[in-house]
């Protein structure tokens, strides 16, 4: 079974940075696409980031962009996104998310996600 | 590409039909819509695809029909694992840095 497993989230001061992880199993890592989607306490769902399988092609929602990192180490079969400058409205679990065979933002596993909470 | 769920909210019981809708500010190419399903304290879940395909493992008591921009997601009959947040999302890549994935706000289905 596919199994999604995200580290690393906790309470960071604003202007902080902080690293999230995300241990793949249960399927062949460097095949498949994958993606960080956050979603913010009592809200809807916001897609952050994609990355390609070879780490070649990556994207991020211009909400992120230019203060997240997206990485992946596919001998570890690990997903990483870096936060930094962190701001109060980063506050939000964030999943990992596995992108189907076909199509790059269609997430058909997800992780159970891990909660980023930006406050002094 | 902005995603409008209606209702916010739906007060159903066990064995009900229920409806929700999903509309796009522009086309959605290709069909490209998903539905998802989030109980609490989970994950979310892809229920549908292509608008009208169910994902693997998913009853067929739901179905999903639409195209351009008015889509809807269907339950044919409530059971009580039904209850839950349902998502919409358009996953369009053709154009990922000008135009990405977007979601809709969500519609609840609560146990009346």
């Known amino acids: 079974d596919v199994q999604l497993v995200e580290s690393g989230g906790g309470l960071i001061q604003p202007g902080g940075s902080l690293r999230l992880s995300c241990a793949a199993s249960g399927f062949t890592f460097d095949t498949y696409e994958m993606n960080w989607v956050r979603q913010a306490p009592g809200k809807g769902l916001e897609w952050v980031s994609h990355i390609s399988r070879t780490g070649n092609f990556i994207y991020y929602a211009d909400s992120v962009k230019g203060r997240f990192t997206v990485s992946r180490d596919n001998a570890k079969n690990s997903l990483v996104l870096q936060l930094n400058s962190l701001r109060a409205e980063d506050t939000a679990v964030y999943y990992c998310a596995k992108s189907s065979f076909d199509w790059l933002f269609l997430f058909d596993h997800w992780g159970q996600g891990t909660p980023v909470i930006v406050s002094s | 590409l902005v995603l409008t769920q209606s209702p916010g909210t739906l007060s159903l019981s066990p064995g009900e039909r229920v409806t929700l809708s999903c509309r796009a500010s522009?086309?959605?190419?290709?069909?490209?819509l998903a539905w998802y399903q989030q109980k609490p304290g989970q994950a979310p879940r892809l229920i549908m695809y292509?608008?009208?395909s169910r994902a693997t493992g998913i009853p067929d008591r739901f179905s999903g029909s639409g195209s351009g921009t008015d889509f809807t997601l269907t339950i044919s009959r409530l059971e009580p694992e039904d209850f839950a947040v349902y998502f919409c999302q358009q996953y369009d890549s053709s154009r990922p840095n000008t135009s990405p994935p977007t979601f809709g706000g969500g519609t609840k289905v609560e146990i009346k």
């Open positions: 292509g608008a009208s």
């Open positions: 522009q086309s959605v190419s290709n069909n490209f």
